[in-house]
């Protein structure tokens, strides 16, 4: 009797897919292509950031591990907080700096760009570490919406490693 992808899945720990998953993504020169991880928040978080008083802040996360490559994501992330919310900013983080070349993220809403001006994806400059966005041409997120990542740019010389992207919302 053979087990079906569903049962797998729902019968290994998330830690272990995901080693599955990265043993299994192969680029076309042999070497192993990293595989972002996602945090999806249970509950609502709440983000320390000034915010309307009495406005909660809501956060996804996505994590890349390892040395960046570019991406086109296929994971979504769903508005299930029953809320319509209005994304506030796009906040980046990196494990060590690109150099040669900023690396840029893009956000996508139902499959659409959150930054019809390209000029405003959110980035980390060359050589640093931190980078964030509050320009976003699209800000509503209803419910039932869902967002994914990209990284449509790395560092040149060095590409940067282990990236984390906080979208948030209120």
Known sequence: MSTSAEEIINNTDPRELRNI??????????????VPNIIINQAPQQ???????GTPRRIFTFTYDGELV?????????????????FKEVFLSLGSAPTGADVIVD????????????????????GAQTGSTVA???????????ITMDVDQIGSTLRGNDLTVHVIFE
């Open 70 to 86: 570019t991406y086109s994501g296929q994971i979504r992330m769903y508005n299930k907080w029953g809320v319509d919310l209005t």
């Open 21 to 34: 998953l990265r043993r299994q993504q192969v680029n076309n020169e042999g070497f192993q292509r990293p």
């Open 136 to 146: 976003l041409d699209i800000s509503a997120f209803v419910a039932d919406d869902y």
């Open 47 to 53: 983000y320390s950031a000034p915010a309307t008083a």
């Open 107 to 126: 956000i996508h809403k139902n499959g659409t760009t959150l930054f019809t001006n390209q000029a405003n994806r959110p980035r980390i400059v060359a």
